[in-house]
């Protein structure tokens, strides 16, 4: 086969073809779609953390004008099983999340019955006239409650409070510890925020009683898994089920589940015969859909006089809420905290204990950079109290222990594998860029005039497009590591690309299409994608872990490149011509070297279809094909970064001002560098949320007490500076076109970046340890005082 | 909720007869009577400003008023802009050329909000844009190229 073209769509800065439906006001959301005689569903929600639900009286609700069912737990548990996801990890114990709660409830919010009426409204109303009468049982309220002894149990049968305990030791920790010059203990908290798509979660599902089909539209990252998810719990034949992710208003992986309420609308719909509805409002999405980022890690570190990190000892807790989600379990946070925590660092000797806590909060699940933020927070700032320590700069302790450009591949301690990367050059490169030395006089200046100015740092990579073997590692009861394209070429010679991934900001429509493009020898406007149907897409996976371009544009190339095969068999065979000397380009195949010997790809694609006589032997009139990726050798690819910033502390008021903010990254090769830089912006933006705004903060009786956007405070305009973004591009050795993951990078590193900054800020006033996200005003006033009382 | 009011509202030009109960609030009028629904509902308390539309010119939320209260009013929502690519807006034209925005559930709101300003402030500063659209939470862009957006719109409108 001869050589693809030069690529001439892959790495151009193409605006978004998909743009102009949102720009407009057409796209399609979920609750933009109305079914005929469809129906609305409003849930009853509990109001207790832990409790025996010991009645529930529906009377009322469902006198009420207007309403046409009531349902409540023991109803629903005669029709759905609860959702069960296991891990294979041996401690594993597990949960069942009811689609509504029937005999307890584990969380604010649980959903315990719900009410479809003929309009939102009314079912509103009526879901306020469901009586449910509790039996309050003692609440775990956190960490510390859930492991301290003599604590209530949350599931029956477990015989502590942990969905599963892990124990890794690598190298030998021990002589490390004993060879160290030095040793630091450290103490970091990571409290709970979550990804907050501006669109909540919604569904609409309609059940065809004359066909046995059910069909589910969701804002959801994941149909296909869905569908799984739903035909299990509903006990129906898969291919009864079809689910439809519309245009989605971000999912950041919280929408990458199945939810309760998707199998109630569900059941609901079989059961009133009619369409419903269910749209989450804010106050629900805030107590009820996905947490995350809820970690407690205390590290140990052992150094050199160099400033060599020699060894790592981590206690890693992670609050995972009342159940085990799906399709993740609750090991994911602990799992990759585990694996990664060494970061982008030659740390050879390591032992980590990890475990998943459940308490009485909402399920904790992925959310854009999964665990990676709170690793990186750890490490991070390890890195710089090494410094301090042996008062060497931070940039100069990072840079004795990053992973060398000679060392790639490298195999970390934990067994990952860093396929290549820029970890010194994006370091150095992000000092240049952001002008470090500028940044310290201009700190130096300020300081002189009483003002407090900080610069912080942090690096990481990223493991990114996740293969079959890592999740087997892992133990997970799906394994991700492959996603699935169709190439279909249609009797006029353009194409449709069908992938399994889900593109809800993404840009996945443009991406793929300059991927299978430059393939086929096509122009942009030839090739659409089709995405979000079961019905249409081949199975695979769905959007998450920064695994799209690899994964699922890999599957486009490869199918791509199956059909590129037809076309040019099928060519050299009108043109009698050796296939080996064809070449695809401006929408013709031709000799190479001959290019007046050629014919047009639309006429192949109009002859293969209606004159399939003149096809070569053996030859299929089908123009299409369907490929799979799953980049060799499964362990998937490892994108890495800089960040450096810097703030102005007041400590008064504590206000962290970002003055500056930058960052190098190396996604490897980039498809759409403009695609590139928006998700490095929005990443880093919810990172600054999640470093300095965002709580979701419980009280002692696990009432969570940020029910509102008033409360929980997500980053506006101002908030957020402007971020400067540049590229280094290392090819993966392993990938298609050397491509790598970078969606959730940007969320990753302000966290320690920012920590780092404000400490250094408050340096004049005192050494204190930052050791907290998010540095809300309360904390940085907090750590002010600390620092103005260690300076006196 | 039994008692309906027909009222009357003029949206992007032209008249509309609607009964709905005076509770409804006048997104949702937009949304499911008028079938216009490009103006989005985040978080129904005027905080994340996915609902902005134009009242007499001036952005408003609308989840916080009711649809009996915009009587009278001339409202404009995103789908009088442009009905395709061939007819944007220069707002629009600019998001698109700039990337300035990714799932697109705030875009319509943070358009308008952008329309308006370039016809109050027609030369922007910075600040003034992200003073602007403060009132407009975009969880994917991190606000960058929108404001790059809002500054080439400006420009635009400056050379026609």
């Known amino acids: 086969m001869p050589e693809a073209q030069q690529p001439k769509l892959l790495g151009a800065r193409v605006k978004r073809v998909e743009d102009p439906r949102f720009l407009t006001g057409r796209a399609r959301y979920v609750d933009d779609i109305v079914r005929p005689r469809m129906l609305h569903a409003a849930f009853v929600r509990s109001t207790i953390a832990h409790a025996e639900i010991t009645g529930v009286d529906s009377t009322a609700a469902a006198a009420h004008p207007g309403v046409r069912a009531v349902m409540d737990g023991r109803q629903m548990a005669e029709r759905a099983l609860p959702i069960v996801c296991n891990s294979l990890v ?116 309609e059940y ?19 569908r799984t998810g739903l035909a299990d719990v509903l006990q129906m034949p898969e291919n009864r089920i079809r689910v439809i992710a519309p245009d989605v208003g971000g999912g950041y992986g919280i929408k990458g589940h199945l939810f309760p309420e998707e199998i109630a609308v569900c059941v609901l719909a079989m059961e009133v015969g009619r369409p419903v509805k269910w749209i989450e409002d804010r106050r629900e999405h805030l107590l009820a859909s996905i947490h995350a980022r809820e970690h407690e890690h205390r590290l140990e570190v052992a150094y050199t006089e160099d400033g060599t990190v020699l060894g790592l000892r981590a206690r890693v807790y992670v609050d995972c809420g009342a159940y085990s989600v799906y399709p993740w379990t609750s090991t994911m946070d602990t799992g ?55 008062g060497l700069d931070p940039f100069e302790v990072r840079r004795r222990n990053l992973v060398r450009p000679d060392e790639f591949p490298y195999q970390s301690v934990t067994g990952l594998v860093y396929d290549s990367g820029s970890f010194h050059e994006a370091l150095e490169e992000v000092c240049r ?33 996740h293969t079959t073997n890592e999740f087997i590692k892992r133990g997970v009861p799906i394994i991700f590591g492959y996603d699935t394209a169709t190439v279909r070429m249609d009797p006029s010679g353009k194409v449709a690309v069908y992938v399994s991934t889900h593109s809800h900001g993404q840009g996945h429509e443009t991406t793929y299409a300059q991927i299978v493009a430059d393939q086929l020898g096509l122009g942009l406007g030839d090739v659409k994608v089709f995405f979000g149907d079961t019905a249409s897409a081949p199975y695979g996976h769905g959007t998450f872990a920064s695994r799209s371009a690899v994964l699922a544009g890999g599957a486009s190339h490869r199918a791509a490149g199956k059909v590129r095969e037809m076309l040019v068999d099928f060519a050299a065979h009108e043109l009698e011509a050796d296939a080996a000397d064809m070449e695809l380009g401006d929408g013709e195949a031709f000799v190479r070297g001959a290019p007046g010997r050629g014919v047009k790809i639309a006429d192949l694609a109009r002859w293969a279809y209606h004159r399939p006589e003149r096809l070569p032997p053996g030859m299929e009139p089908v123009i299409e094909a369907v490929a799979s990726y799953d980049a060799d050798p499964g362990t998937g690819t490892f994108a890495n970064a800089a960040h450096l910033t810097l703030v102005e502390v007041d400590p008064d008021t504590g206000g962290v001002d970002l003055l500056r903010y930058a960052v190098v990254e190396d ?15 929005g990443g880093v933006a919810q990172g600054i949320g999640g470093a300095l705004l965002e709580e979701l903060v419980y009280d002692e009786n696990a009432q969570l007490t940020t029910t509102t956007f008033l409360d929980y405070r997500l980053p506006g305009a101002t ?44 340096r004049p006033l005192g050494q204190v340890f930052v050791n907290e996200l998010p540095l809300t005003p309360e904390r940085v006033r907090r750590f002010a005082e600390q620092a103005g009382a260690a300076g006196r | 909720m039994s008692t309906r009011r027909e009222i009357r509202l003029t949206v ?43 009242l007499d010119g001036e952005p408003i939320r609308s989840c916080l008023m009711f649809a009996v209260q915009a009587q009278g009013a001339e409202l404009e929502t995103i789908e009088s802009l442009a009905r395709s690519a061939d007819d944007l807006h220069p707002v629009q034209r600019a998001f698109w050329e700039k990337h300035g925005l990714q799932c697109g559930f705030c875009t319509p709101g943070m358009v308008l909000t952008a329309k308006a300003l370039l016809e109050s402030t027609p030369d922007p500063s910075e600040d003034e844009i992200r003073e602007a659209i403060a009132g407009n939470i975009c969880r994917c862009t991190g606000y960058v190229f929108v404001v790059d957006a809002i500054k080439a719109a400006a420009e635009a409108r400056a050379d026609a």
């Open chain 1, 667 to 681: 996604c490897g090769r980039m498809i759409n560098p403009l695609v590139v830089d928006g998700q490095v912006h």
């Open chain 1, 719 to 762: 908030d957020i500076p402007r971020i400067s973004v540049s590229h280094l591009e290392t090819l993966s050795p392993f990938t298609i076109e050397g491509i790598k993951g970078m969606g959730e990078g940007g969320a990753i590193a302000p966290g320690p970046a920012l920590a780092s900054a404000v400490e250094d800020a408050l």
């Open chain 2, 12 to 54: 992007n030009g032209a008249e509309h007869a609607v009964t709905v109960p005076p509770r409804k609030l006048l997104a949702d009028c937009l949304r499911d009577d008028l079938g216009l629904t490009g103006t989005h509902v985040g978080c129904e308390q005027g905080v994340c400003g996915a609902c902005t539309i134009l």
């Open chain 1, 208 to 226: 065809d009683d004359a066909e046995e089909t059910l069909t589910l539209w969701t804002a959801t990252q994941i149909p296909h898994l869905v």
């Open chain 1, 336 to 390: 990759m905290a585990l694996g990664i925590l060494p970061g982008p660092y030659r740390i050879r000797h390591y032992e980590c204990e990890a475990y998943s806590v459940t308490t009485n909060k909402c399920p904790l699940g992925p959310y854009r950079g999964v665990s990676r933020p709170a690793a990186c927070f750890s490490i991070e700032r390890a890195m710089d109290e090494v410094a301090r320590a042996t």
């Open chain 1, 433 to 465: 860029q952001a002008d470090l030395d500028g940044m310290r006089a201009e700190q130096e200046r300020a300081r002189a005039e009483g003002r407090l100015l900080g610069i912080g740092f942090a690096c990481y990579t990223e493991q990114t497009a």
């Open chain 1, 90 to 205: 041996p401690s594993w114990q597990e949960t069942r999340y009811p689609a509504l709660a029937a005999d307890r409830v584990r969380f604010v919010g649980e959903a315990v019955a719900a009410v479809v009426a003929d309009d939102r409204y009314v079912a509103e109303d009526a879901s306020e006239l469901v009586l449910v009468d509790y039996a309050p049982l003692p609440a775990v309220a956190s960490i510390a409650e859930a492991i301290a002894d003599g604590a209530p149990r949350l599931h029956d049968g477990w015989e502590d409070n942990f969905f599963v305990k892990r124990h890794f030791v690598g190298g030998d920790p021990d002589r490390a510890f004993a060879e160290a010059a030095g040793t630091l203990q450290l103490d970091l908290r990571s409290n709970r925020h979550s990804g907050i798509p501006l669109e909540t979660r919604g569904c609409i599902a």
